[in-house]
């Protein structure tokens, strides 16, 4: 009787070491899960105002203004080999977002 008393004394004290390593383990990879989170929200912030600075940027009124400042304008007829070029060129200008 007193060996199965020391057997489940040890037991117990083995189980309660393993529960409290694994308790440790959780908590560490819960914290990881969290910090990993948290660089995940503030790279989707990130990725957000890069978008809006990039849609800010890509303006053609804004481009238009700073190309005339430097000295450029449109394409004329001339500066192409055939008139195939320019046609698509107006063909892109006429399908929407210039890209």
């Not at 978008?51 to 004329?76: F, V, W, Y």
């Not at 192409?80 to 399908?95: H, I, M, N, P, Q």
Request: hydrophobic share 45%; net charge positive.
């Amino acid at each position: 009787m007193r060996l199965l008393n020391v057997t489940a004394f040890f037991f117990a004290i083995a189980s309660a070491l393993l529960l409290y390593g694994l308790n440790y383990d959780t908590r560490r990879l819960e914290a990881e899960v969290q910090a990993k989170e948290r660089l995940a929200d503030r790279a989707r912030d990130d990725i957000a105002v890069l978008k809006a600075e990039r849609g800010a940027l890509a303006r053609p009124d804004r481009i238009d203004a700073i190309a005339r400042q430097l000295g450029l304008s449109p394409p004329r007829v001339d500066q192409f080999v055939t008139g195939r070029e320019v046609s698509a060129l107006d063909e892109r200008r006429e399908g929407g977002n210039g890209r």
